[in-house]
């Protein structure tokens, strides 16, 4: 394990006084909008009146009226051991899901009085009598670029941290555990993945958290309704720097190369790309037709390109240098009640160059080794769609549905070979397609399966560098 940063806490930081010191990106740009806008789909316009542009205070309610029906599970059951469960099949050829159990469930650790739950060192907690002493709806999930760590952040404001606990360690400390006053609250399964009791419980955000993203030397970002973006480190017990915005954080991403540099998306319209040491704003720019973002993301392991998903379903592509914009496209239907645009929640990006073309082609076929061959783009968006784009052409190659998302923050993710896609669902499931089979001219293939008693707000697969780990401390299903 690395040693911890050694980094001063930074003072917050405040757009209202660093954006003006920097020109819109649009403005410097404005020839590379004119010259792809001719490339979008001439039939259907991103153009929208006045009155039909919504409202960002509506907005803001619609986070929060989602938040009533997407609540955690205030009880940790205990399961018994390897009771495998049986997923449902829609026109599945090949079972993406097998030998599937319920390994552990986890309830955020909260001082208590009454349970006599005691925090971590180090880490702040919410006193018992704070709005975090109830389970609250979790919005965002995500692991770090090691592997070890699990972080998520919700409704309750606080981000919370799980080490990855290797099958070993914790078979050692089984009977230790089981004598431990908490045990009650985290009974012992006979497979854990993670610790617990959260490593860290960051309280600072004044409202949800929205966002959530690891740098590859363990920063952790976390964007906000409360309309800031906080910096932590696992080794740290306190927020290393605060960036202030001007309305709600929708989404935010570190940079894949530059751990000082991320990007930002806001209500406000604005695509924000933040120094960390300069401490301000190095380059921002407004989103065509005045469309609020939604979802932002790195498009390359370089970090050279950007993608910005709007509330109206468009995807404007960007240079990470000077903001120029590269393209458009837009996630949308070509006709019915979706035709418009539903808000993008996500993206996801299919890897490329990790196993040799010989060795795709004979494992999948010429057909299916082209499609790991190059960058593709999965979209998520809120009309219970997932589309996989080729960036370069602007072009829907897979579509994949079944699953319901129409107001909630879901999006799907890749696992890390590229092969599989796993989403949650309002439903209360979560689904699962292979990539190969989605087709445009077909109907979907998928499995799914019932997981929480509301709305499945996230789900997503252990990467690749959790499953090395975990594989190097002899766990048993590795």
Known sequence: MSKAPQLDALPPVDDETEAPAHRPASEKSSAHVAEHEDDSDESETSQYTDTDRPDPALLAREYQAAATTQRCDSKTHAVDAWRFISPRVKRVKRRVLWRLFLAQELTPAIYDEATGVVPVAGSPQPASNSKASSPHAIW?????????????????????????????????????QQLDARAQLHPMHAYELLEPVPFRSYVGHGADV?????????????????????????????????????????????????????????????????DIPARGVRQWTRLPDGQMVTSVAFTSPKGDHIVAGTYRGMCVFYSTADLAVQGRMHARS???????????????????????????????????????????????????????????AREVERKYKGHANVSSQAYARLSSDGRYIVSGSEDHNIYAWESLDGKVEEKSIYEFFPAHDAAVSQALFAPAATLQYLADHNDPIL
């Open 140 to 176: 965002a999930m995500e692991f770090s670029v090691c592997g070890k760590y699990l972080a998520a952040g919700g409704q309750d404001g606080v981000v919370r941290i799980w080490r990855v606990a290797p099958f070993a360690r914790a078979q050692a400390h089984e009977k230790q």
């Open 210 to 274: 929205l966002a959530l993203s690891w740098s590859k030397n363990g920063f952790l970002l976390s964007a906000s309704m409360d309309r800031t973006v906080r910096l932590w480190h696992p080794h740290r017990p306190e927020c290393l720097c605060t960036f202030r915005h001007r309305d709600i954080v929708t989404s935010v991403a570190f940079s894949p190369r530059d751990d000082r540099l991320f990007i930002s998306g806001s209500l406000d319209c604005r695509l924000r790309l933040w």
């Open 334 to 392: 070509s006709r019915g009640r979706n035709s418009r645009g539903s808000k993008i929640t996500g993206f996801a990006f299919a890897p490329t160059g990790q196993l040799p073309a010989p060795l795709l082609q004979r494992l999948l076929g010429s057909q299916a080794a082209a499609l790991f061959s190059e960058q593709r783009l999965l979209v998520s968006s809120n009309d219970s769609r997932l589309r996989l784009f080729l960036p370069a």
